[in-house]
């Protein structure tokens, strides 16, 4: 086996383990099977697939992990408390751009007069998610209480009118972040190891086990990250909502009177919940905005960054946290594949009309919105159901 | 059998020395007590209007410790305002509330909780998506669990508080008799069902007073004794104080004493149940002032 296909392997054993802990039920067997499954999974993708379509899969499974982040995040807003938050792209834009100021060096000279900037900080990685994080904490703390006075369809369009403001400034504001320009040169985290010479802390010999890594490889490496970020975030999440706080929520989401009555704080809560879904999307948007190093206010429309979110969560389950994640990937694969199948009927739409081709991409909408209304009406409770028992306190 | 049980279910949950007098005639009713309690519940001249309607017009109210206070009056004459307004569901124009010696006016709900006020609801609302069970574990304040860093980091005593609340949740299921339904999602519970867990989740606290909104509406005549049987029980023995609005002549007349009428916005007069049955004021309020005067 070549060394470059076998640190592949050895890279995708983390995302291919992680992801069938996942999909398997929760036995005994659970952590071994996936374990030795996940290493079987690993070797034999990157032995059969052409390196091709090897990149194309771990750029799927990365666009995966943030929509599944922006899933997660969204179900503890809408499957848990029932907020109907349209407004997931605004706090999913400002995690991206948050992370980007914080970790890109401020342009000087020449550069400084194409790219404008409030500031580059050029600070950590981590230190920008980290930022991400508290950004996103303090906008929806701020938005939440005038606008979570609103229940159901008014605070859909309160919220989606504070995500559309968001997109707004970070397209029109020149100074913030470069206007309608796009902001470039977002740095990779650990981008040392696909380099030559390696990361300097790194110990000798995993320098040399990396080696044969070239900087094209460096997207593997990165979903390695983004996976472990889900992972982390999946397990504080389910900690949480499964627990008396999960419990709360879902007796607000149910029933707020008689909560109140049995001395729950409904403000409080209400406001905790969307600050902590928030919290989620701006990290997802963090992960995002360093994974394709580039962004513009485009890559945050509600289309692709509020609705596809949304769809997401009805087809995996809405209350449930493996479901939010689950639905994540299979919807980003329903719209990725229908890329390719908007390209192959393009000759059969020329027979019917001749401008119809040029607007295939349209095609694939047509076909969310029927996978949306096939959920709705045959399966409104999604894939996996929102389990009847809370607390896995009580669990047997 | 069943009686068997159920005494041991109240001396679990009810404590050292309440089993003895548990079994003693349970039909027996000190009418001295009644009303001789402190005073613990004082509303003084409520008013709460919705638009141009007046529904309460200066309410007074008074209930005395160790009492059941049945509150009566026809449809509008603001029986479940008043009930709303003074657990701070609705905010009150003028007037004051005054619980336990304390001003509790305008409170919201979550807080006047806190005092020792439980209420249940008209229509019962249980959490309909989560288990009888969940429904009163939910209740116990200062839940650890219920903060997020306590969920993370500290699983040790969430877990310890929700296996104690577990138990006594269960107990207090087999009080009400529902125990064989823990694991049914609230939502499928019949109506009378649903109304025994609105008593049920009173009881996962220690109250001093439990609003009861039409406790027995919809209910079978079985359910509607166990029920009626219940309160008195926790009346008697756990010492806990009842205000109860009810239709059902005949279930205020046996359970309650003073009964207060209501009428239009304001109380029409308090007394024993003897005293307002004959009262030709309060059957005009009722029926109207022809029917009264035919009657008399």
Not at chain 1, 142 to 157: K, N, T
Not at chain 2, 10 to 21: R, V, Y
Not at chain 2, 256 to 278: A, H, I, K, N, Y
Request: proline share 5%.
């Amino acid at each position: 086996m070549p060394p470059l296909i076998l640190v592949k392997g050895l890279l995708l054993i983390i995302p291919a383990t992680l992801l069938l802990l996942l999909v398997l039920p929760a036995r005994r067997w659970r952590l071994p099977v996936a374990i030795v499954a996940g290493v079987v999974l690993a070797f034999s993708l990157t032995t059969s697939l052409p390196s091709g379509i090897l990149a194309y899969t771990v750029s799927f499974a990365t666009m995966g992990c943030v929509y599944a982040l922006l899933t997660l995040g969204l179900n503890i807003q809408w499957g848990y408390t029932g907020h109907l938050n349209f407004g997931v792209a605004g706090f999913f834009a400002i995690g991206a751009f948050t992370s980007a100021l914080m970790t890109v060096e401020a342009p000087t000279g020449i550069a400084a007069q194409y790219t404008q900037m409030a500031f580059g900080l050029g600070l950590p990685f981590l230190v920008g998610v980290a930022a991400a994080a508290l950004v996103s904490a303090v906008v929806a703390f701020l938005v939440a209480v005038p606008v979570l006075r609103l229940r159901m369809d008014f605070l859909a369009i309160a919220t989606i009118g504070v995500a559309e403001i968001i997109r707004l400034i970070f397209q029109n504001e020149r100074w913030l972040a470069n206007g309608p320009q796009p902001l470039r040169g977002i740095p990779q985290p650990l981008h040392c190891v696909v380099e030559t010479q390696g990361c300097a802390w790194l110990p000798q010999w995993v320098t040399a086990v990396l080696d044969p890594l070239s900087p094209r490889d460096y997207p593997l490496f990165y979903l390695v990250i983004i996976s472990l970020f889900v992972a982390g975030a999946y397990l504080l999440i389910e900690r949480a909502c499964r627990s008396p706080w999960g419990r709360m929520l879902r007796a607000i989401r149910d029933e707020e009177a008689s909560a109140a009555m049995n001395g729950k704080h409904i403000t409080y809560v209400r406001i905790q919940s969307f600050v902590v879904g928030a919290v989620i999307m701006g990290i997802a948007g963090a992960l995002y905005a360093h994974y394709v190093v580039t962004i513009d206010y485009s890559h945050f429309h509600a289309l692709f960054a509020t609705f596809l979110v949304w769809v997401m969560l009805m087809l995996g389950g809405s209350g449930n946290n493996r479901g939010a994640i689950i639905g994540g990937f299979i919807v980003w694969g329903v719209w990725s594949g229908t890329a390719f199948l908007a390209n192959a009927i393009e000759p059969l739409l020329a027979l019917i009309a001749d401008d119809l081709p040029r607007r295939a991409a349209y095609f694939r909408w047509l076909l969310v919105a029927l996978l949306l209304a096939a959920i709705v009406l045959f399966r409104p409770q999604g894939l996996i159901r929102e389990e009847k028992l809370v607390s896995r306190y009580l669990r047997k | 059998m069943l009686l068997c049980s159920k005494t041991l279910a109240q001396g679990h949950l009810w404590g050292d020395g309440m089993t003895t007098q548990a079994t003693e005639d349970e039909g027996l009713h000190n009418k001295t007590s009644r009303s001789s309690g402190a005073l613990l519940l004082e509303v003084q001249g409520l008013v709460r209007d919705f638009d141009s309607l007046r529904a309460l017009d200066g309410a007074d109210l008074s209930v005395r410790e160790g009492t059941i206070t049945g509150l009566i009056g026809p449809n509008g004459a603001g029986k479940t305002t008043l009930f709303n307004v003074v657990t701070g569901f609705h905010l009150a124009q003028a007037g004051r509330v005054i619980f336990n010696g304390k001003d509790i006016t305008n409170l919201p709900p979550h807080r006047v909780f806190q005092h020792g006020l439980c209420r249940t609801f008209q229509i019962p609302r249980e959490h309909q998506s989560l288990s009888v069970l969940e429904n009163l574990m939910l209740i116990p304040p200062g839940q650890q669990g219920e903060r997020l860093f306590n969920t993370w980091f500290r699983p040790g005593a969430v877990r310890r508080q929700e296996l104690a609340n577990r138990d006594k949740a269960l107990e207090v299921l087999e009080f009400v008799e529902l125990d064989h339904l823990h694991d049914e999602y609230a939502r499928n519970l019949s109506g009378g069902q649903k109304k025994l867990l609105e008593l049920a989740r009173t009881l996962m606290t220690d109250p001093q007073l439990v609003l009861l909104d039409e406790p027995g509406a919809g209910v079978n005549p079985t359910l509607m004794h166990r029920l009626t049987d219940n309160i008195r029980y926790l009346n008697r023995e756990r010492g806990i104080t009842f205000l109860v609005i009810e239709h059902d002549m005949d279930l205020i007349m046996s359970l309650c004493d003073p009964v207060v009428v209501m009428s239009e916005g304001r109380q029409l007069m308090t007394g024993s149940p003897e005293e307002v049955r004959r009262n030709p004021r309060v059957l005009e309020a009722y029926l109207g002032g022809q029917y009264a005067a035919v009657e008399g």
